[in-house]
């Protein structure tokens, strides 16, 4: 419901749902599958998502390093495995981490896709390896670590890498938020209907505008073409008052008519040229769209 919400009203979404009425909707079927998906992938999938799918298991094998502090197995103590009652390792394989993995890897095996870092092995090996009253075999250590039984190296050029790049991400998001306007706007020629010259200099031009008011205040919008001298412009929208109005968190389709006067015979020749519309609020200033649009000539001009 919240992933749809970003491209359908969530108040029209909540209306249609509790009144049962989905005339004219899409919505609902996209909401289904998704529910659905996400029914058979907690009841179904389960862990093969993890093993098999699961998109930053793959990202984090080309992300870590035999630095990374993870949950890891100490194979320099644990091997070789008891067998048949011989202590060789400390490892007594009692196979607990196997079992309590919920995605039903063996951690022994080495660090794989599939692991979630979850720590159930770490805890069952700690349990395990208490009652031989030695330290879990199962921890957050790092291979190099292992191998050394040195220090974990903190500060390396991938974490300053890794950190610059997150600090930049982080930056940016919070700077297009602060700096945001509550306003999306798409603005398109209409293809269904094709442009037109009435009398000698008037041009007529259609355009599909999608308004999205993404704030918690209603919107009133004007529309105001910004066009080279000595050209003029009536616009015609299908509101009657020439204002736009759009409630919170909501998204609306207007058709958008533009008359240009005073045409030029060089203007004629082009056939197409880019001009501008400021779509503002009137309610509040600082909340304004320019949006770049052919206007366009009739095919056989």
């Not at 052919?294 to 095919?299: F, I």
Request: proline share 5%; net charge positive.
């Amino acid at each position: 419901f919240h992933w749809i919400g970003f491209f359908v009203s969530p108040y029209e979404m909540l209306n249609s749902i509790f009144t049962f009425n989905f005339d004219g909707k899409q919505f609902q079927y996209f909401w289904l599958f998704f529910t659905v998906a996400m029914y058979v992938d907690m009841t179904l999938i389960r862990e093969q998502f993890c093993k098999y799918a699961c998109p930053y298991a793959r990202f984090q094998t080309v992300l870590m390093d035999e630095h990374s502090y993870n949950v890891t197995y100490d194979y320099k103590r644990g091997e070789p495995r008891r067998h048949k009652g011989v202590q060789l390792g400390d490892c007594t394989a009692c196979n607990w981490c196997v079992v309590v993995c919920p995605t039903g890897i063996d951690i022994r095996d080495g660090l794989q896709v599939g692991c979630i870092a979850c720590a159930k092995c770490v805890d069952a090996c700690t349990i395990q390896m208490a009652k031989e009253g030695k330290k879990t075999l199962i921890d957050y250590f790092s291979l190099d670590q292992i191998e050394t039984r040195g220090k974990v190296k903190w500060i390396r050029p991938r974490v300053l890498v890794y950190a610059f790049l997150l600090m930049a991400v982080v930056s940016t998001s919070i700077w297009k938020l602060t700096t945001r306007v509550p306003l999306s706007v798409m603005l398109i020629p209409d293809k269904t209907v094709l442009p037109s010259i009435i009398g000698e200099d008037k041009l007529m031009n259609y355009y599909q505008m999608k308004v999205q008011n993404i704030s918690n205040e209603p919107q009133n919008l004007k529309i105001s073409p910004l066009l080279p001298a000595p050209l003029e412009s009536k616009l015609l929208i299908g509101e009657e008052s020439g204002i736009i109005h759009v409630p919170p968190i909501t998204i609306k389709d207007q058709r958008i008519v533009i008359e240009v006067s005073h045409l030029s015979e060089e203007l004629k020749s082009k056939g197409l040229m880019q001009i501008q519309f400021l779509i503002e609020d009137l309610n509040n200033s600082s909340i304004k769209v320019k949006k770049m649009v052919p206007l366009s000539m009739p095919l056989h001009n």
